[in-house]
């Protein structure tokens, strides 16, 4: 198992581009999720999936759009890049829809520089 | 969900033991207490799990008292490998999401 893979691992982008960072698992988990982590700072959930088919908005989400087409992948797109989104980018996922008392297992994070 | 409170950094030298104290004075029936770890330039880790009493793994206990408005984290006989942010989160089955704080940094030295 790969378990949950990121890419890119760094990306620099101009202010107004837009991008997709790409969150793949292979532990046929249901529940997936996106979290940005500013310096100093703890995780903060962007956008969550309970399952294929199904997101949800978390504490941050404007300026972000997820779909979750399949259960193994969970993109996340920046829609015109802000250099405010400039962050670590970190996807997870657990076993069971809804179920937090899973273990969360999560990506190594894609470095993201707006200028 | 309960909000937790903890100690923005401890400092502790290779070899002692480390007890990391965290407050969730509004924690409900259902929440489970847990804790990651966070290495540098890494994805949070889970360490364990708990909801009452004692939990110990291989890696670390956890206590939870009676009222289970606190736990602590003991890490026996640190190492320098494990200097790292600890966070403490709670959380239940009914949840959408897990509320991660700004964690513990514990550094150790030798």
């Known amino acids: 198992n790969a378990g949950v893979t990121q890419t890119p691992k760094f990306q620099v982008l101009k202010t107004g581009q837009s991008m997709t960072l790409q969150c793949a698992q292979d532990?046929?988990?249901?529940?997936m999720s996106w979290y940005r982590q500013d310096p100093g700072m703890g995780l903060r959930l962007i956008h969550y999936?309970?399952?294929?088919?199904?997101?949800d908005q978390g504490e941050v989400p404007n300026g972000y759009n997820v779909s979750r087409s399949t259960t193994e992948d969970f993109p996340l797109r920046l829609l015109s890049a802000a250099p405010s989104q400039t962050s670590v980018y970190f996807c997870?996922?657990?076993?069971?829809?809804?179920?937090?008392?899973?273990?969360?297992?999560f990506g190594p994070g894609t470095r993201l520089t707006v200028l | 969900l309960a909000k937790t409170t903890q100690p923005i950094s401890m400092d502790s030298y290779e070899g002692q033991e480390v007890n990391i104290t965290c407050s969730h004075n509004?924690?409900?029936?259902?929440?489970?207490i847990t804790w990651y770890q966070q290495f540098p330039s890494q994805g949070p880790r889970f360490i364990i799990q708990?909801?009452?009493t004692k939990v110990t793994n291989e890696v670390a206990s956890l206590f939870i008292p009676a009222d289970r408005k606190s736990s602590t984290l003991s890490l026996p006989r640190v190492s320098l490998s494990d200097t790292a942010v600890y966070y403490c989160?709670?959380?239940?089955?009914?949840?959408?999401?897990?509320?991660f704080g700004k964690g513990t940094t514990l550094s150790v030295s030798s």
């Open positions: 999936s309970v399952g294929a088919g199904i997101t």
């Open positions: 509004n924690i409900a029936t259902n929440d489970y």
């Open positions: 532990m046929n988990h249901e529940y």
């Open positions: 708990g909801y009452k």
């Open positions: 997870a996922s657990s076993q069971q829809s809804g179920a937090l008392t899973d273990t969360q297992y």
């Open positions: 989160l709670v959380a239940n089955q009914a949840g959408t999401a897990l509320i």
